[in-house]
Nanobody, 129 residues
């Protein structure tokens, strides 16, 4: 049974920082892509960042570049999303996701929800102005 459990969300003022955690269990994720998505009220779910578990490649949404960092701790089987310089537009439910191997990864990391197989329950991030 694969489980992804997010934590670390909360309320923060604009300009502040949060670190989200995704505890992964149930299998080895060595050959998986790990992603962070977010969904704001009335908006479609969008990718924020993604990485090969190995760390060999990463992807960031334009809105996240320079502010967010995706990383992982192999010993803890945990993926992190460090979020700095937060603004109200970052307010959303943030989801951790894991995607199994697809040949298309040779060209690009997955950015669509349907390209991922497992999802966490989400954690709320609210940024006040």
């Amino acid at each position: 049974q694969v489980q992804l459990v997010e934590s670390g969300g909360g309320l923060v003022q604009a300009g502040g920082s949060l670190r989200l955690s995704c505890a992964a269990s149930g299998r080895s994720f060595n050959n998986y892509v790990m992603g962070w998505f977010r969904q704001a009220p009335g908006k479609e779910r969008e990718v924020v960042a993604a990485m090969m578990w190995s760390g060999s490649r990463t992807l960031y949404a334009d809105s996240a570049k320079g502010r967010f960092t995706i990383s992982r701790d192999n010993a803890k089987n945990t993926v992190y999303l460090q979020m700095n310089s937060l603004n109200p537009e970052d307010t959303a439910v943030y989801y951790c996701a894991a995607g199994s191997y697809r040949r298309s990864w040779l060209l690009r990391l997955p950015t669509e929800g349907h390209e991922y197989d497992y999802w966490g329950q989400g954690t709320q991030v609210t940024v006040s102005s």
